[in-house]
């Protein structure tokens, strides 16, 4: 029952240097999102898919892109890594119950990522 | 653009008292989610409320939905030092895809 997997937990980069943090669901869930929590503030939404092929923007996507080439998996990849990316990152998924069009996300445990 | 404000952002307090967690939204929704983080951890899901008047109940916790005033609550009662936390409210915007967050109610119970 593994729910939402994030990989990796931590991780420190370099200015400049890039990377993809991975994200996978095995709920079946058709949405799956990508937030980002700076210390002490809430989520914001930095992009997020309804279903396989089908990705867009959210409040905060300058410096990342994504891809959903499967219904479980949907990777965060960070280009030119900057100091200001420096964040929790956290990958959820949900169902949306289009009948009683509920949206409860399920939330994965969170990759720590320090820009230095 | 829909907006989401909790207040207050930070409370603290004893053990066995009582207190209200505001959340109030900018446009129209009659669905609002609360979750719990502990520190360190992830979001929790704790109530769905999907109706105006909507009310759930989980232990300690109660949480209330009034669409028309665009507002919903959520009450402690006794407060134990397991609740310390932060709190987040979410509401899903009419025909939307994506939750908007409030800014979190970072809650801390003094023994």
């Known amino acids: 029952n593994a729910g939402v997997t994030q990989t990796p937990k931590f991780r420190i980069l370099k200015i400049g240097q890039s990377m993809t943090l991975q994200c996978a669901q095995d709920?079946?869930?058709?949405?799956m999102y990508w937030y980002r929590q700076d210390p002490g503030m809430g989520l914001k939404l930095i992009y997020y898919?309804?279903?396989?092929?089908?990705?867009d923007k959210g409040e905060v996507p300058n410096g990342y892109n994504v891809s959903r080439s499967t219904t479980e998996d949907f990777p965060l990849r960070l280009e030119l890594a900057a100091p200001s990316q420096t964040s929790v990152y956290f990958c959820?998924?949900?169902?949306?119950?289009?009948?009683?069009?509920?949206?409860?996300?399920?939330f994965g445990a969170g990759t720590r990522l320090s820009v230095l | 653009e829909l907006k989401v404000e909790q207040n207050p952002l930070f409370l603290s307090m004893q053990e066995g008292k009582n207190y209200t967690i505001y959340c109030n939204y900018s446009?129209?929704?009659?669905?609002l989610y609360w979750y719990r983080q502990d520190p360190g951890k992830s979001l929790e899901s704790l109530f769905v409320?999907?109706?105006?008047?909507a009310v759930k109940q989980e232990g300690r916790l109660m949480a209330s939905l009034d669409t028309k005033a665009r507002l919903s609550t959520l009450h402690i009662t006794a407060a134990v030092h397991d609740l310390s936390a932060t709190y987040f409210c979410?509401?899903?915007?009419?025909?939307?895809?994506?939750?908007?967050f409030g800014q979190g109610t970072r809650l801390t119970i003094n023994p």
């Open positions: 446009t129209t929704s009659d669905r």
């Open positions: 959820a998924s949900s169902w949306r119950d289009t009948k009683l069009a509920k949206n409860i996300q399920y």
């Open positions: 979410a509401v899903d915007a009419q025909g939307a895809q994506k939750l908007v």
């Open positions: 898919s309804v279903g396989a092929g089908i990705t």
């Open positions: 709920m079946n869930h058709n949405y």
């Open positions: 409320l999907l109706s105006n008047g």
